[in-house]
C-alpha cells in the first residue's frame, strides 16, 4: 500500500512538472514575442498607424518563415533518405523563403519605407543575434 502512494505521488510530481515547464516554455514564447515586437517596432520607428497596420502582416509573414525554418531543422534529423534528397529539400526550403521574401516585400512596402523596411531585416538579425548571445550565457 505505500510503495502504490509512494509511485502515485511521484507520478503525480512528475506530471505536474512537465505541465508546468510547457506552461513557462509557452509563456517565455509569448514574451520573447513581445519584446521582438517592441524591437522592431521601435528600430523601424513605426508610426501608430503603420504599426496597426503593419504587424498583422508581419505575423503572416513570421508564421510563414517560421514554417520554412521548422523544415530546415527537420532536416537535420531526417533519416532515410540520401544525401542528395536532403540537399534537394534543403534547396527547395532555401527557394521557398526566398519566394516568401519577395512575395511580402511588396505588402510591407505598401505600409512602411524601404528604408524602415530595410531596418526591419537588421533588426531581425540583431534580434536573433541577441537572443544566440542570451542563450550562450
Known sequence: MKRNLILIITFVSALLFHVSLAHAQNKGGEEVRAVKISYITDMMKLSPNQASQFWPVYNRYDDEMRSVRKGKHHLLS????????????????????????????????????????????AAEARFKKYLLDRVKQ
Open 78 to 121: 531526417e533519416k532515410g533518405k540520401t544525401a542528395e534528397e536532403i540537399i534537394d529539400e534543403r534547396q527547395k526550403l532555401d527557394e521557398r523563403e526566398l519566394s516568401i521574401k519577395s512575395k511580402y516585400k511588396d505588402e510591407f512596402l505598401k505600409i512602411v519605407s524601404a528604408t524602415q523596411l530595410n531596418q526591419m531585416y
